[in-house]
């Protein structure tokens, strides 16, 4: 069964206190105000993750991750976080293929495959991320610069291992712009994702497959969004910082 996720990615903002008192904020607004079967998801700078680790365990519907990892298993990589100390930690998620990892660290789709890879051994669930630029929405090529992420990022991996990523369409234009996609255009995007997932795994596993939107979504468009027949969710950004925000968004499902 496809699951409704809501995940929120921090990025490099928060110091430590200010991050476990957002946690712990919406740790609480989760148990009183979510009432569907959605998860939630937190995606946090690493500093946080042990401690917000500890306040969500038993909270059935709060996931931690983090939001990069190295691909090798260990050595000599300073500065580098590998995919088995985020989980043992107790996360159990990785944003992988963020635009801002694209473009800032250069970070191709061969190198995402491995990070995909290092992921997966570790049960960590991959959160992978696509989506085309200004310029290649407006020269009409994003359909194919969408299916060449999906194909040199994931398409490698077994059906029984694909079934475990949870796949962002998040176009580039639209990440902490104000722009948002229209739900008519985010939703052509994410039924061509499906196709392309169908023609390479089945219509099953298609079907089953999260695949949720990111970019510039807040409490005012998530609804309209969410109502499209392929958007499972959301991955949040800026509106991930503000509890009563991510709240209001998360619980875009409790209907
Ligand atoms: C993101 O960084 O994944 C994102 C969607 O950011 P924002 O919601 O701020 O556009």
Redesign the pocket.
Known sequence: MRKNIVAG?W?MNLDYEQGVSLFSEIVNMVKDEVVGSQEVVVCSPAIHLSSIAKLSSGVNNVHIGAQNIHEAESGAYTGEISASQVKSVGANHV?LG???RRAFFKETDALLAEKVNAALKHQLTPIF?IGETKEERESGRFFDVIKTQLEAGLFHLSATDFERVVL?Y?PVW?????L?ASPEQAQEVHAFIRKTVAEQYGEAIAEDTSILY?????PSNAQNLFSQKDIDG???????LKSRDFLDIAKVFNA
């Open positions: 990615n990025k944003i963020h635009s801002e991320c962002a998040e639209a990440i902490g712009t104000g948002t990111g970019g510039s979504c807040n959301g991955l949040i950004g800026g509106a991930s």
